[in-house]
């Protein structure tokens, strides 16, 4: 699966937009972009994944880049509940996952 | 509808000593997986089983046992424990086919002194 970086932490405006980046240069054609998010410790929850379309649910957008080598998790409007701990990890599907460090978002009232 | 579901929530040992954590799921997942996760870290694999009677290692199986029971249940013992099995273990589980999510329990928080 492709190694992922991501800033180490990040803060964002209560209401604002967060932007969260993500680099997969080494990404395979058949790996997914998976994103997952952890609060406070608790165990990791799914959050939205996509393979080269842009993507949207009901917690965020994805956008992948057209080269595929970057992504970016957005959460329209951030609220404090939406502190925690963002992971961004490739998945080919036939292997098991790989979490970095991840990215320490942190919502400011 | 409850999900993973991992027992104990807490626990603390004596080095030397053993135990087993309990993980059970209720989405008629095929694959499992147990994880730890140090302070500041991210999560490690440990085990994992793709399938029912299926186990393989992850990262870092030394130290640890699994058995998958059944389709539902998914155990991981610590034979004789050492601080540094100080941690939290996170199991999880998804189909197993294509591109799943994974889903996990709250963690087991396991101290060893």
């Known amino acids: 699966d492709a190694k992922t970086t991501q800033p180490t932490s990040m803060d964002c405006a209560e209401g604002r937009a967060a932007n969260l980046p993500c680099n997969h240069s080494?990404?395979?054609?058949?790996?997914?972009v998976y994103w997952y998010r952890q609060i406070h410790s608790q165990g990791p929850q799914y959050i939205i994944h996509g393979l080269k379309n842009n993507e949207t649910n009901e917690m965020a957008s994805l956008i992948i880049t057209e080269d595929r080598k970057s992504s970016t998790l957005i959460l329209p409007h951030a609220t404090l509940r939406d502190t925690a701990v963002y992971y961004c990890?490739?998945?080919?599907?036939?292997?098991?996952?790989?979490f970095g460090k991840g990215t320490r978002l942190s919502v400011i009232a | 509808n409850a999900g993973v579901t991992q027992t104990p929530k807490f626990q603390v040992l004596k080095t030397g000593q053993s135990m087993t954590l309990q993980c059970a799921q209720d989405m008629n997942h095929n694959s499992m997986y147990w994880y730890r996760q140090d302070p500041g870290m991210g999560l490690r694999l440990i085990y994992y089983s793709a399938s029912e009677g299926t186990t393989d290692k992850g990262e870092v199986p030394n130290g640890y046992n699994v058995s998958r029971l059944n389709k539902r249940e998914f155990s991981l013992r610590l034979e004789s424990a050492a601080p540094s099995q100080t941690s939290v273990y996170f199991c999880?589980?998804?189909?197993?086919?294509?591109?799943?999510?994974?889903?996990f329990g709250d963690g087991t928080r396991l101290s060893i002194l």
């Open positions: 999880a589980s998804n189909s197993g086919w294509g591109y799943q999510p994974q889903h």
């Open positions: 080494t990404i395979s054609g058949n790996e997914y």
């Open positions: 990890i490739g998945d080919s599907g036939n292997t098991p996952l790989v």
